[in-house]
């Protein structure tokens, strides 16, 4: 049955999924392939539900090119959760305790202060005044001791990307990519742990995919959690415990419309599309709209601005959200941290939607410009 109202949902998480998927998931909910009962009521132990597990699994080594000596294992807890697990499974690999971490918006700031509970954290670099750019790397005081080198490949809330991957001098990498996660080809092999929550770009809230390389498997403190420790979860297969089921399986089908869709390197391409449209319409505005961001480290995934100035003019952007929601576009409020505006374009988002933003953006523009 299809949905009367169409909308362009322009949420940073849980965000848009593909249509298509949406309406497999719809077909297939109260009685799956057959079987007659719902992926919601299935258990987690049986033949069907490891077809599910090892489907998603592997369409993600397939998408991702990632090497045999990799787990990927579905955990729960979020992103916020792997803030404390990746220093209790990994500060152990020296006896120092000490970690490198890269603060370049809130979420490696939050997985920064998490990380100080478990370890000798090191800032790599001058404290931020604002969250606006990525430090030169050259400038990083990297600590030859440390377990690990943490940094979040695009910060949500602040709209700052990373465009490379950081040289660490063979240090263990560890990324959090929950929020461009699959939106553009990566080299896993340059990295010890990757993790990214799934619902952004792969998937919806609920599973926490965890990419890890088997060396760094069994040195967990013996006071992490069970359902944290990577290698108890590697070798149960995901199933130590009861896992998000129908979470997997929406991943799984989002992974596959991606692949029937071109892969990371097609999301790459229309995600550099989608971005452009907007930030054009930004740069053009004679400080209409304003990215605090810089231009070389600006996100393709979340686009924050003001309107009016660089401090926003609030009564201009309650009026811009309104509208919006008037032409049945949702969730373009900035976080709650940083206030403005903020379009989320994720995968599922598509051209046309973002279109439609600039669009808008453009008629909101003429209408208000003094």
């Known amino acids: 049955m299809e949905c009367g109202r169409q909308v362009a949902n322009f949420g940073a998480g849980p965000a848009k999924l593909p249509r298509s998927v949406l309406l497999e998931a719809q077909k297939e909910l109260v009685d799956y392939k057959g079987l007659g009962i719902s992926v919601l009521e299935m258990s987690h132990r049986t033949s069907d539900f490891t077809k599910i597990l090892n489907t998603a699994e592997n369409l993600m080594r397939e998408l991702l090119n990632i090497p045999e000596n990799y787990k990927v294992i579905f955990l729960q807890g979020g992103g916020s959760g792997q803030f404390s697990a990746v220093p209790l499974n990994l500060i152990g690999l020296k006896e120092g305790r000490h970690a490198d971490y890269v603060v370049t918006g809130a ?4 997985a920064a202060k998490e990380a100080e509970k478990y370890a000798k954290v090191n800032i790599v670099h001058p404290k931020l005044g604002t969250y606006t750019n990525i430090p030169d790397p050259s400038t ?21 990307e990373f465009d490379f ?9 560890v990324c959090d990519m929950s929020s461009n996660f699959l939106s553009r080809p990566v080299d896993v092999s340059k990295f010890g742990v990757i993790f990214a929550g799934a619902q952004k770009n792969v998937g919806c809230a609920g599973v926490t995919v965890v990419i890890v390389r088997e060396d760094l498997l069994g040195f967990a403190l013996k006071e992490c959690p069970v359902v944290l420790d990577y290698k108890t979860q590697a070798m149960n297969g995901s199933l130590y415990n009861t896992p998000p089921c ?12 991606i692949k029937n869709n071109g ?9 550099l599309i989608k971005s452009r449209m907007i930030y054009d ?6 400080g209409f709209y304003v990215c605090p961001v810089e231009k070389k480290n600006r996100s393709r995934m979340n686009v924050p601005f003001r309107i009016g100035s660089i401090k926003g003019d609030e009564a201009l952007e309650k009026k811009f959200l309104e509208k919006a929601v008037e032409l049945n576009m949702i969730s373009l409020k900035g976080h709650r941290s940083v206030g403005g505006i903020r379009a989320s374009l994720y995968n599922a988002v598509t051209v046309e939607d973002v279109q439609k933003l ?13």
């Open 107 to 110: 979420w490696s700031a939050k």
């Open 281 to 286: 319409i930004i740069d053009k505005s004679n």
């Open 263 to 271: 892969g990371a390197a097609a999301m790459d391409k229309l995600s």
């Open 165 to 173: 991957v950081p040289d660490v001098k063979g240090a263990v990498l």
């Open 246 to 257: 129908y979470s997997i399986y929406i991943m799984g089908l989002v992974l596959e419309w």
């Open 358 to 370: 600039a669009t808008f953006m453009r008629s909101f523009m003429q209408m208000h410009q003094s």
């Open 140 to 160: 990083w005081n990297l600590n030859p001791d440390a377990s690990y080198v943490y940094y979040c490949a695009n910060e949500t809330v602040h709209g700052v």
